[in-house]
């Protein structure tokens, strides 16, 4: 390839995630690669596809930490695309507190204020902006842009923000932000091309992955969402709790006198799936088990969801759809199922042969249910292509090819 791309970039604490748009010279964007560094720190693996899913690399790369990760990217970038230009690139950012309502080129001052969010979102921030930096070091002259993961929530009904503490402590941007928002306007985006009859109706996506969250969309915009200030809120996580009473984190503090760092680990690291079963914090490993605490933190992960299920058809007055999406929601037949049994009361129900052979969009439920049952893979690094290509100026009437979504 010679002609000039974007990158998108999704850091994490041990994984660096990326795709490569090529810029082709109609106006169409093209999905070139898509790929990850995983065991960042541990055993750093390089696996790259191409826009059809073959394999082009899988190789272990020299990656102590994020930057190492960057710099081992580039190396193969410019073994692959040598000759290339970078036009931009697009960055998932956890959180853009109050401020960021939307993706925002990034300068000095832009990363100042993010930095300061780091403790909002310790498990994520530092890492997203880490990768920044990394890439500010090696292309200076690169424009990068600040996607964010709380940016579609802003709009919401005040109710679904407050948090109902003191006006001066609200003053200091304490509000529930929500999270997975790049997921869900990608879902948002795509549900009248796959699901009109629903689209601009009451719908709930359930964001189900290693961190999972709920979104209730009416008419396609965020009204209410599961995670709230931090992305510990609403459904039990791969290691985060969920919603949990504050007293026992009161009782963390003043009963067993845990330091802050050891609440924040307990909270972040050690809780849901992993903290109950006290053996992964992996929903398909822990389907494979038999052990009485693996389908303990299997039935608590499904009751959760069920009940926040209830509690966003209340705030929508009644629910249209259902979008289930996200690694857990995309590909596990057996959870989808057994969190729609738990939902049966809203006259939900699902077509289990074809709810176990589900292949990119897919309508589960039966003509006799009351709402529509949908698996929607999500795209979130597409959202970010979109708004880099849109805010950076390259792609002003840009269609973006989604294959190998
Ligand atoms: P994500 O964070 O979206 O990549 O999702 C990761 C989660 O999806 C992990 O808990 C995986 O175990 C889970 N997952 C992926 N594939 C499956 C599957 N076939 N069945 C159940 N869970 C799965």
Redesign the pocket.
Known sequence: MKDDYALVLNAGSSSLKFCVFERPVGERWHLESRGQIEGIGTAPRLSVKDEIGHSLVKKDVPAKDGSEAIAALAEWLRSMYGGSRVLGVGHRVVHGGARFSGPTIIDAEVMKELHQLVPLAPLHQPYNLAAIEAVFERLPNVPQVACFDTSFHRGQPEVAELIPLPRELREQGLQRYGFHGLSYEHIATVLPLFAPEIANGRVIVAH????ASMCALNDRKSVDSTLGFTALDGLCM?TRPGALDPGVVLHLFQGLNLSAKEVETLLYKKSG?VGISGIS?????L?GREEPAARLAVDYFVYRAAREIGALTAVLGGVDGIVFT???G???P??RQRICDASAWLGLEIDADVNAKVKDQTKISTSRSKAAVWVIPTNEELMIARHTGALLGLSAKAAWNEQGD
């Open positions: 189900l992955g290693s961190g791969g799936l914090n992996d929903m398909r490993d389907l996200a690694g857990i995309e590909n596990s057996e959870i």
